[in-house]
């Protein structure tokens, strides 16, 4: 079945060092995706997408990596903040569920921004 | 701006009992979905409402059901509560609902089942 996948479960980093979080996604008809940011007690943030006719995306601090050829995905944070301590979701749609927006998840991956 | 915005924050009920959440899309944005999050798992799409007609539907049971208002407002209804369905319930909206646009999320209702 479809699935988006994390490889790692926590990420542990010094502060001012530059994370990496990684995603594996199953359905190579994927066509967009999309990192969220989500703090104790709240909803996901939105914090960049990317569409598949892209390999990478830049914002502030963040750039998104698109590798279609492994189905890899990933959130590169420059200089992690104390701030920037939660769990990362990414999440992605494809054709297949009928132009829904349907959001599939993975499991998320819990970043520790160590002072 | 205001954004989505979802009340009420923590409900408890009994199994059993039907529970009505309520979510107020951005400004200006069509298209609301709802998804269940279990605590330590990330979200699950249960529907997704544009222009007032369901676009999509999860794997959920029949237990549940929403609707869009004129407004773009949404209510997710839950009928005969499980205790599984204690969860976190998030709304996201997009000006669309299409699946290439980013949805964006309310803090949730915390609903718990006893």
């Known amino acids: 079945g479809e699935s988006v996948g994390l490889h790692l479960p926590t990420l542990s980093v010094q502060e001012g060092d530059n994370s990496i979080i990684n995603c594996a996604y199953s359905?190579?008809?994927?066509?967009?995706f999309i990192w969220y940011k989500q703090e104790s007690g709240k909803g996901p943030q939105f914090i960049i997408d990317?569409?598949?006719?892209?390999d990478k995306r830049q914002g502030q601090r963040v750039t998104v990596l698109l590798n279609k050829t492994v189905k890899h995905l990933s959130l590169q944070i420059a200089a992690t903040q104390p701030g920037d301590s939660a769990v990362y979701f990414c999440?992605?749609?494809?054709?297949?569920?009928?132009?829904?927006?349907?959001?599939?998840f993975g499991q998320g991956t819990t970043l520790q921004v160590k002072p | 701006d205001a954004g989505v915005t979802q009340s009420p924050t923590h409900l408890i009920k009994t199994r059993g009992q039907h529970v009505t959440l309520r979510c107020s899309p951005i400004?200006?944005?069509?298209?609301v979905s709802w998804y269940q999050q279990v605590l330590g798992q990330g979200p699950q799409f249960i529907f997704q409402y544009y222009e007032k007609e369901e676009r999509g539907r999860g794997n959920f049971p029949d237990r549940f059901s929403a609707r869009q208002f004129p407004n773009y407002s949404s209510e997710l209804n839950v009928n005969a509560l499980l205790l599984g369905d204690s969860a976190l319930y998030l709304c996201a909206s997009s000006s669309f609902g299409g699946g290439d646009q980013p949805q964006h999320f309310g803090d949730g209702t915390r609903l718990s089942i006893l």
């Open positions: 990317i569409r598949s006719n892209m």
């Open positions: 999440a992605e749609t494809n054709p297949g569920s009928g132009n829904t927006g349907k959001l599939i």
């Open positions: 400004s200006g944005h069509k298209s």
């Open positions: 359905n190579s008809a994927s066509d967009y």
